[in-house]
């Protein structure tokens, strides 16, 4: 998904961001609606919890778009690997959470690694980085907000796919508007509607599944654990964005990646440990 976004903000400079991320809200509620349905997102224990999540998420997402317009995308997901530290203060004020002294040093690896590459980047771009880590932060707090409202509201991921995509289409729809007018210019290029439309399906699915599996994850773990799964996720983005679409890293830029994805696998570790000692003690 993080590749797709890439393509389509960078080299295929797609105008229509916004356009992109209502189709994926529409097909989504569309879907869920028809083969779920029972909905109710005007009922008081949605809105009470949800609006706020839908928010974070939307800026997330447009944001991201934003920004890979211009990182290079190994270096955009080292920015955005300190969703982590994020999480960890955002999670603590909001739910009350503690995480161990390993996980902790797992995010503090992740944090230098970061601060590392980015002075190893020669495309460093001041805003690009400002809007990736604006990105990363809104995500890691939609994420947590989202596990607050499965906690508070007894909400399913299946549920919170739902809510928020037929929120975030209410966000995305004027900003559409002020799109169009660029977008019909762009659709007018030789074949660029028909790369619209096969663009949009593998985007619409990734998009749907990406959505679920985080607010899975989220539920079976903690909002922390997410973000920090995405390391695993960002190792094999950046070997594709590297392939793809290049980077300008110089032997500094290299050693903060790898300190970043070895924070990353240093939190993975702790947090299973954590987690299997805390099985242990309930089954005892």
């Known amino acids: 998904m993080t590749s797709l976004t890439k393509y389509a903000a960078s080299a295929w400079q797609f105008p229509g961001s916004s356009l992109l991320l209502l189709i994926e809200c529409w097909a989504t509620v569309a879907a869920l609606a028809i083969f779920r349905g029972g909905y109710q997102p005007w009922s008081w224990k949605v809105l009470r919890h949800l609006p706020a999540a839908t928010i974070a998420k939307a800026l997330n997402m447009y944001l991201s778009f934003i920004a890979m317009r211009r ?54 771009d001041l805003s690009g980085y400002m809007l990736a880590l604006s990105a990363a932060g809104c995500q890691s707090l939609y994420l947590v907000l989202a596990r607050n409202a499965q906690d508070e509201a007894e909400l399913s991921s299946m549920d919170l796919v739902f809510y928020t995509a037929f929120y975030n289409s209410l966000l995305f729809a004027p900003l559409t508007l002020l799109e ?21 399906l593998p985007y619409v699915l990734l998009g749907a599944v990406l959505n679920f599996a985080t607010f899975w994850c989220t539920a079976e773990n903690s909002p922390l654990a997410t973000a920090v799964a995405g390391t695993s996720k960002g190792v094999l983005s950046t070997v594709v964005g590297m392939l793809l679409f290049g980077a300008h890293l110089t ?26 000692t805390k099985s242990s003690k309930r089954t005892s």
């Not at 002294?101 to 002075?119: D, P, R």
């Not at 169009?180 to 949009?200: A, H, I, K, R, T």
Request: with cysteine; glycine share 12%.
């Open 180 to 200: 169009l007018p660029d977008v019909v210019v762009f659709l007018q290029g030789p074949g660029e509607v028909s790369n619209l439309l096969q663009f949009l």
């Open 71 to 124: 990182t290079s995308l190994p270096v955009y997901n080292i920015l955005k690997r300190l969703q982590p530290v994020y999480a960890m203060i955002q999670d603590r004020f909001i739910r009350g959470t503690c995480p161990d002294y390993m996980e902790c040093m797992g995010v503090v690896l992740i944090s230098a690694g970061t601060i590392v590459t980015g002075f190893g980047d020669l495309d460093f």
């Open 251 to 276: 032997s500094l830029g290299w050693i903060g990646l790898a300190g970043s994805t070895m924070g990353g696998f240093v939190y993975s570790l702790a947090h299973g440990r954590h987690s299997n």
